[in-house]
């Protein structure tokens, strides 16, 4: 894997836990030499984990649209930072870029994100990896509702291993590198295909 899509918090959270696994993310993913692709800011994790990718080597290239240049302060000191006009187009570009995809922990901006990846993952629109890194289990809730959706038959059991979790970076990687896209989802009801 050459390159991964990271979303993350534009705050740091309530604990140190959160940043310090967002830089030992970054280091990782320069020690594998992959490229990091991000929202392009210097605010919370994101720009903490920029940062890190930076200081080791490696590769960054940051996607940020033009309106957010103040608010979400454009990062100047990345590999290529690439403005774009929306936050669709944010998405757009940063998913042709990546090969794969983690979310770290963070606000609503973050689940918006990931969700759209991984319900693209479920149509078929891509097959590539989609993971959650279980920083200190920050994403139980999320994770025990997915089980509830499988449970309840509005999300296929096999959609559901379209999800991958983990609690360090390391093993997120790893569960990354060996991910095999499951069947493209059916109709659950409909139990004549
Ligand atoms: P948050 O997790 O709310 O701190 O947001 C993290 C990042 O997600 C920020 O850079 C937001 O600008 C970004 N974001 C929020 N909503 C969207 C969206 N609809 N499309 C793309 N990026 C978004």
């Given at each position: 894997m050459k390159s991964i899509a990271v979303f993350c918090g534009s705050n740091d959270g309530a604990s140190p836990v959160y940043k310090e696994n967002a830089i030992l993310l970054g280091k990782e993913l320069a020690a594998r030499n992959i490229t990091l692709i991000y929202g392009?800011?210097?605010?919370g994790l994101m720009g903490a984990i920029a940062d890190a990718v930076m200081q080791a080597g490696g590769r960054v290239i940051g996607v940020l649209p033009h309106f957010l240049k103040k608010r979400e302060i454009e990062h100047t000191r990345l590999t290529e930072l690439i403005m774009v006009d929306s936050m669709h187009e944010r998405k757009l570009k940063m998913s042709e870029l990546a090969e794969g995809f983690i979310a770290l922990p963070g606000g609503p901006g973050t689940m918006e994100e990931y969700f759209e990846i991984f319900t693209w993952a479920q149509l078929g629109l891509h097959h590539k990896p989609c993971g959650l890194l279980n920083v200190d289990h920050y994403y139980d809730p999320l994770i025990a509702l997915f089980n509830k959706m499988a449970e309840e038959k509005f999300m296929q059991e096999q959609q559901r291993s379209i999800m991958l979790t983990d609690t360090t970076p390391q093993g997120i990687l790893q569960q990354l590198a060996g991910y095999t896209p499951p069947p493209v989802k059916k109709v659950l009801t409909d139990e004549r295909t």
């Amino acid at each position: 894997m050459k390159s991964i899509a990271v979303f993350c918090g534009s705050n740091d959270g309530a604990s140190p836990v959160y940043k310090e696994n967002a830089i030992l993310l970054g280091k990782e993913l320069a020690a594998r030499n992959i490229t990091l692709i991000y929202g392009g800011a210097t605010v919370g994790l994101m720009g903490a984990i920029a940062d890190a990718v930076m200081q080791a080597g490696g590769r960054v290239i940051g996607v940020l649209p033009h309106f957010l240049k103040k608010r979400e302060i454009e990062h100047t000191r990345l590999t290529e930072l690439i403005m774009v006009d929306s936050m669709h187009e944010r998405k757009l570009k940063m998913s042709e870029l990546a090969e794969g995809f983690i979310a770290l922990p963070g606000g609503p901006g973050t689940m918006e994100e990931y969700f759209e990846i991984f319900t693209w993952a479920q149509l078929g629109l891509h097959h590539k990896p989609c993971g959650l890194l279980n920083v200190d289990h920050y994403y139980d809730p999320l994770i025990a509702l997915f089980n509830k959706m499988a449970e309840e038959k509005f999300m296929q059991e096999q959609q559901r291993s379209i999800m991958l979790t983990d609690t360090t970076p390391q093993g997120i990687l790893q569960q990354l590198a060996g991910y095999t896209p499951p069947p493209v989802k059916k109709v659950l009801t409909d139990e004549r295909t």
